[in-house]
């Protein structure tokens, strides 16, 4: 009986431990996006902002 609970506590460990990397990929794809859109995004919108504005107000 107690190989049977160590078997199954030892799979819901794997599981767990699966899961734990999955999550992972998620929080370092949603950080990967955040960083793209803070560094390069923000700024190019701004700068086709003012790249705008200087030609409307020429």
């Given at each position: 009986?107690?190989?049977?609970?160590?078997?199954l506590l030892i799979?819901?460990?794997?599981?767990?431990?699966?899961?734990?990397?999955w999550l992972l990929?998620?929080?370092?794809?949603?950080?990967?996006?955040?960083?793209?859109?803070?560094?390069?995004?923000?700024?190019?919108i701004l700068l086709?902002?003012?790249?705008?504005?200087?030609?409307?107000?020429?």
């Amino acid at each position: 009986m107690s190989i049977l609970i160590a078997l199954l506590l030892i799979w819901i460990l794997w599981k767990l431990f699966k899961f734990s990397f999955w999550l992972l990929g998620i929080i370092l794809l949603i950080t990967f996006v955040a960083i793209f859109i803070k560094l390069l995004l923000i700024p190019a919108i701004l700068l086709l902002g003012l790249a705008c504005f200087g030609l409307f107000n020429h």
